[in-house]
């Protein structure tokens, strides 16, 4: 089955730039997206598309990909920026697969 | 606007069948490129999707649990029902019903997301 790799966690003090990484064969050819999940809270969709933001997610959030892997960058990092970080894909093969999680914490 | 909630039991005791109800508004399941999913989560851990049905009636299942799972629709109740037989503590975790998207481009996500329900496999 396919996977979707993350680090575990990534730090970043208020201000400045954090860059979540997700690395599958799946994501050669197909879109991903990322979603956050603030603690005791449902995941939320940050983007989709691989670049695109849903209405009402901030323009720090952005989302790119190059080859295998995708990243989700937070410019200007706030603390309520502060969450779990997700990134998933669809294939035909193996339906979804969701990453395997990255806590982002504000230094 | 589209809510989502997940319902059922708390507590299931091992070996026995989990059933789970996703209650929607905002939507319905009989317009095209609509679906509806269920993604679970340990405790402290990461989110595994499960299963997910389509507008068409198309249904689609983890291909790890597959031969445990079965998902269905009432579309005039805006409801989707998982069943997951033979539950053990390992399946212990948050159960989400999520909206699925899928775009005329050739993405697919979950932009809508239930609250969860948690449920808890001891005997």
């Known amino acids: 089955s396919y996977e979707l790799t993350q680090p575990p966690s990534v730090s970043v003090s208020p201000g400045q730039t954090a860059s979540i990484t997700c690395s599958g064969d799946?994501?050669?050819?197909?879109?991903a997206c990322w979603y956050q999940q603030k603690p005791g809270q449902s995941p939320v969709l940050v983007i989709y598309q691989t670049s695109k933001r849903p209405s009402g997610i901030p323009e720090r959030f952005s989302g790119s990909k190059s080859g295998n892997t995708a990243t989700l960058t937070i410019r200007g990092t706030q603390a309520m920026d502060e969450a779990d970080y997700y990134c998933?894909?669809?294939?035909?093969?193996?339906?979804?697969?969701f990453g395997t999680g990255t806590k982002v914490t504000v230094l | 606007q589209i809510t989502l909630k997940e319902s059922g039991p708390s507590l299931v005791k091992p070996t026995q069948t989990l059933t789970l109800t996703c209650t929607f508004s905002g939507f319905s399941l009989s317009t095209s490129r609509m679906g509806v999913g269920w993604i679970r989560q340990p405790p402290g851990k990461a989110l595994e999707w499960l299963a997910l049905?389509?507008?068409?009636?198309?249904?689609r299942y983890s291909p790890s649990l597959k031969s445990r799972l079965t998902i269905t629709k009432d579309t005039s109740k805006n409801q989707v029902v998982l069943t997951m037989t033979n539950m053990a503590p390992v399946d212990t975790a948050t159960y989400y019903c999520?909206?699925?998207?899928?775009?005329?481009?050739?993405?697919?996500?979950?932009?809508?997301w239930g609250q969860g329900t948690l449920v808890t496999v001891s005997s």
């Open positions: 998933q894909a669809w294939d035909s093969s193996t339906e979804d697969v």
């Open positions: 999520a909206h699925r998207r899928e775009g005329s481009s050739g993405y697919y996500i979950f932009d809508s």
């Open positions: 799946i994501l050669g050819n197909k879109y």
């Open positions: 049905i389509y507008w068409d009636d198309d249904k």
